[in-house]
């Protein structure tokens, strides 16, 4: 079975750059025509979707991030990564990854990694 | 962005009732919609895609229906391990949306 571990420091400073990295087992993320994203969670707030990566490297973002957003893939790695530029405390959330089986159904997901932003 | 509206915000229930979570879209998403559960600290669990089909070895207990701008996940035969929070998400139109969630309590 798929499993997928975000990973990344816990704490940012505001105006800086949150980066995590997702680490897939169980499974190639190059097989199958999957896509990889990441979702946030503010504490006591809803679901936001961030973002997908191909394997081939080809992304799309959240309109409302995307001028801070960049990802990334390494299939040799078997991982994939998150960059969010110029955080503030607003970014403070758990942070998921999840496999996403075209266009957007997310069928597993990482336990989630808290980030923090604060100086 | 399509704005997914979830009912209730949270309810009790007892051991072997049933319940029903409703999700509204405020636009039309067909039968592109998803549930999932979550509980504190593990990873969110996909239940139902396409508003009515069950993911591989979610129980039967599970079941959604709906399509248009109104659906519904219904558990049955509640047990204390179905205490956890539910959201709905569409996925018909960019970019993915959720509901805000349900709390489940058992």
């Known amino acids: 079975q798929v499993q997928l571990q975000e990973s990344g420091p816990g704490l940012v400073r505001p105006s800086q750059t949150l980066s995590l990295t997702c680490t897939v087992s169980?499974?190639?993320?190059?097989?199958?025509?999957?896509?990889w994203s990441w979702i946030r969670q503010p504490a006591g707030k809803g679901l936001e979707w961030i973002g997908r990566i191909y394997t081939s490297g080809s992304a799309n973002y959240n309109p409302s991030l995307k001028s801070r957003v960049t990802m990334s893939i390494d299939t040799s790695k078997n991982q994939f990564s998150l960059n969010l530029t110029s955080v503030t405390a607003a970014d403070t959330a758990v942070y998921y990854c999840?496999?996403?089986?075209?266009?957007?159904?997310?069928?597993?997901w990482g336990r989630g990694a808290l980030v923090t932003v604060s100086s | 962005d399509i704005q997914m509206t979830q009912s209730p915000s949270s309810l009790s229930a007892s051991v072997g009732e049933r319940v029903t979570i409703t999700c509204r879209a405020s636009?039309?998403?067909?039968?592109?919609l998803a549930w999932f559960q979550q509980k504190p600290g593990k990873a969110p669990k996909s239940l139902i895609y396409g508003a009515s089909s069950l993911q591989s070895g979610v129980p039967s207990k599970f079941s959604g229906s709906g399509s248009g701008t109104d659906f519904t996940l219904t558990i049955s035969s509640l047990q204390p391990e179905d205490s956890a929070t539910y959201y709905c998400?569409?996925?018909?139109?960019?970019?993915?949306?959720f509901g805000q969630g349900t709390r489940l309590e058992i």
């Open positions: 999840a496999r996403v089986i075209f266009p957007f159904f997310f069928d597993y």
């Open positions: 169980g499974g190639s993320i190059s097989s199958g025509s999957y896509y």
């Open positions: 998400q569409q996925y018909s139109r960019f970019p993915p949306t």
């Open positions: 636009q039309d998403i067909s039968s592109y």
